[in-house]
T-cell receptor, first 113, second 116 residues
Framework: KQEVTQIPAALSVPEGENLVLNCSFT??????LQWFRQDPGKGLTSLLL?????REQTSGRLNASLDKSSGRSTLYIAASQPGDSATYLC????????????FGSGTQLTVLP | GAVVSQHPSRVICKSGTSVKIECRSL??????MFWYRQFPKQSLMLMAT?????????EQGVEKDKFLINHASLTLSTLTVTSAHPEDSSFYIC????????????FGPGTRLLVL
């Protein structure tokens, strides 16, 4: 059974810092991995989707990497802003016919002004 | 972009009543929708996979008679929490998989259920 772990559970940084969020998964037979943002009491906003054949994806100040063999992904946020404060979730979709996502427990990020 | 809506966004009900939550894909057809629940400060846990025109597939530990799922059309899936109890209070989120573009799920804004 796929298990997804995110470290740290919470992170607080001053504005302007670059930061890295970590995600690890136990089964490397994944179809893709996705990073989401969730604001308190809200739904999920997809940030980046990395296919299993890819090693990274970039969108603006965000860069996500994927190392399937080691079961790890990182989300790099450059020049953090208070508006980046949210919970960041990673989720993996396993290979095969099953299409559901398995989520990590998230990292709660606070960017201090 | 693909938009998924949920209704209602918040609901408060008395213990023992049933509550229906709708999940709609507004600008695309979704052959498959997923229902998740999220407890405070915890991650999303898949409850069931809903396929249009067929019975939902429930995850282990999820009571199908308590959480009724109907996926009657390519744009609508409903989750009915029957005989709700306080322990059913949670945040319920649906997602829809775009027909023909299976790699991405689009998530709804969630429904906050509080059972008194």
């Amino acid at each position: 059974k796929q298990e997804v772990t995110q470290i740290p559970a919470a992170l607080s940084v001053p504005e302007g810092e670059n930061l890295v969020l970590n995600c690890s998964f136990t089964d490397s037979a994944i179809y893709n991995l996705q990073w989401f943002r969730q604001d308190p009491g809200k739904g999920l906003t997809s940030l980046l989707l990395i296919q299993s054949s890819q090693r990274e994806q970039t969108s603006g100040r965000l860069n996500a990497s994927l190392d399937k063999s080691s079961g790890r992904s990182t989300l790099y946020i450059a020049a953090s802003q208070p508006g980046d404060s949210a919970t960041y979730l990673c989720a993996v979709r396993i290979s095969g016919s099953a299409r559901q996502l398995t989520f990590g427990s998230g990292t709660q990020l606070t960017v201090l002004p | 972009g693909a938009v998924v809506s949920q209704h209602p966004s918040r609901v408060i009900c008395k213990s023992g009543t049933s509550v229906k939550i709708e999940c709609r894909s507004l600008d695309f057809q979704a052959t498959t929708m997923f229902w998740y629940r999220q407890f405070p400060k915890q991650s999303l846990m898949l409850m069931a996979t809903s396929n249009e025109g067929s019975k939902a597939t429930y995850e282990q530990g999820v009571e199908k008679d308590k959480f009724l799922i109907n996926h009657a059309s390519l744009t609508l899936s409903t989750l009915t929490v029957t005989s709700a109890h306080p322990e059913d209070s949670s945040f319920y989120i649906c997602s829809a998989e775009r027909r023909g573009v299976g790699e991405t799920q689009y998530f709804g804004p969630g429904t906050r259920l509080l059972v008194l």
